[in-house]
């Protein structure tokens, strides 16, 4: 009879717990499906408590996210260079005589001193400026392919430091970590990111390992400054071609360093949580080298 009543409680404790284990199971899948619905691929839920196989599953369900923000990226990249070598193709043939014809005109002397000549003048410079365009254009679309080798990290971070040396610099990275990159694209990313720092009247730039590398595939940077935040209303269209909003800028950085990355294998995007001190930051995904078994 005692052994009966143990048997009956252990049931009734089973089907509760199992009871809860499901409610918190079809959480996790009505929170995964809404990050997706709401385009947050950021999402990262725990795996702890988690029997074996459910703890693989949710793992995957993890990496599918990282995964699916990646090919989106890929893809709306790719995207943009069709559109770029379009653009690139029609705005040459159309502007390339204009600022040819508007030129000879300015040198004739019959056109000098003449009400015509500021007419002229505007046409050429419209025309030299839509040349200058064009040119951005073909930075998107003539982007060599990266050729990978094992980079050591530190001394690359120190020669982008030593290129900006009125920025305060904070790098925590693990000694002898290496990564599979191309190092004149990486080095040219971080550049990028830097100068766009000082332009942001940044006095303080942070390079920091966020986790260890995960199944030894790829190390995670947040390169973070204390500049002015980016404003709310700018943060979807950041890594757009050729939208920016300072004076003279071409809007192409951010663009063709997230696509510099992507053909390494990794990403760049945007921090939605900032580290302490830094009020803007950025989240760099590089290839590490493969361990040798």
Known sequence: MIWLLVFVVIGILFVFWEVRRQRSLKLRA??????????????????????????????????????IHQQMSLNE????????????HEMMNATAPITSISQSLLGRDDVKGTPLESGIQAIFDTSRHLNNFV???????????????????????????????????????????????????????????????????????VIRQTEEPANNQQLKLYIGNDGLPIPAENRQSLFVPFFTTKRGGSGIGLSLSRRMMIQQGGMLELAEKQQPACRAGFNLTILIPRQKQ
Not at 44 to 63: C, F, I, S, T, Y
Not at 77 to 88: A, G, P
Request: overall charge positive; some cysteine.
């Open 77 to 88: 990249v790719e995207s943009w260079e069709r559109l770029t070598r379009v653009l690139t």
């Open 135 to 205: 040119v951005n254009y073909r930075k998107m679309s003539e982007l060599e392919k990266p050729v990978l080798a094992d980079v050591p990290l530190r001394p690359l971070l120190n020669d982008v430091c030593s290129a900006y040396p009125g920025l305060h610099w904070e790098v925590n990275v693990s000694a002898g970590m290496k990564v599979r990159a191309d190092a004149g694209m990486l080095r040219q990313v971080l550049m990028n990111l830097a100068k766009n720092a000082v332009e942001a009247q940044a006095k303080r730039m």
């Open 30 to 67: 009505h929170l995964m499906q809404e990050a997706i619905r709401n385009h947050d691929f950021t999402f990262r839920l725990p795996v702890d408590g988690l029997l074996p196989g459910e703890r693989a599953m949710q793992q995957a369900l993890n990496k599918l996210g990282e995964t």
